[in-house]
T-cell receptor, first 114, second 111 residues
């Protein structure tokens, strides 16, 4: 079966510091991968998605970037965090089958920028 | 543009039935999804509809009408643990990989 891991679970960072969040998927090959952000009490905002190694599509212009160095690894980064970057960051994966394509979420990283 | 609407909050009583509605306007349609999200946790997949009609899964059922751009999630025999946010999401088309999420409906189940 497939599992998705994210770390760290929680993170407190000062404004202006760098960020690196990692997501890995097990049990599947060539998944589509996604990064979402959810502000407190709000909906999910798609940040990036990737259909393969080195292929990244950005949905929202911001000071964040994403990379996919390996098939099942997705990294979210920032060189300088802003207060507005605080939120719940969720990694997700999906894979197309004859029955359709469903997204499954990792446990998330709660980021607080002070 | 892409737009999904859901009620912000709903309240229901333990043991009752509740229906959470979702309407969508998207550039295309390749499936509608419902997720459950407990406070502080990640969303978990509940159901998937791509054809019109009702899909039943235990206490949860989901309905889709593509011509009306409408779906609902029906929760029967409500339990306290069903208190959560329920997210409606649409995949606009087969050639885009992004999913569009609604704002979520926060359901409170009261004793």
């Amino acid at each position: 079966s497939q599992t998705i891991h994210q770390w760290p679970a929680t993170l407190v960072q000062p404004v202006g510091s760098p960020l690196s969040l990692e997501c890995t998927v097990e049990g599947t090959s060539n998944p589509n991968l996604y990064w979402y952000r959810q502000a407190a009490g709000r909906g999910l905002q798609l940040l990036f998605y990737s259909v393969g190694i080195g292929q990244i599509s950005s949905e929202v212009p911001q000071n964040l970037s994403a990379s996919r160095p390996q098939d099942r690894q997705f990294i979210l980064s920032s060189k300088k965090l802003l207060l507005s970057d605080s939120g719940f960051y969720l990694c997700a994966w999906s894979f197309a089958t004859l029955e359709g394509e469903t997204q499954y979420f990792g446990p998330g990283t709660r980021l607080l920028v002070l | 543009g892409q737009n999904i609407d859901q009620p912000t909050e709903m309240t229901a009583t333990e043991g009752a039935i509740v229906q959470i509605n979702c309407t969508y306007q998207t550039s295309g349609f390749n499936g509608l999804f419902w997720y459950q999200q407990h406070a502080g946790e990640a969303p978990t997949f509940l159901s998937y509809n791509v054809l019109d009609g009702l899909e039943e899964k235990g206490r949860f059922s989901s309905f889709l009408s593509r011509s009306k751009g409408y779906s609902y999630l029906l929760l029967k025999e409500l339990q306290m643990k069903d208190s959560a946010s329920y997210l409606c999401a649409v995949r606009p088309g087969p050639y885009g990989q992004n999913f569009v999420f609604g704002p979520g409906t926060r359901l409170s189940v009261l004793p």
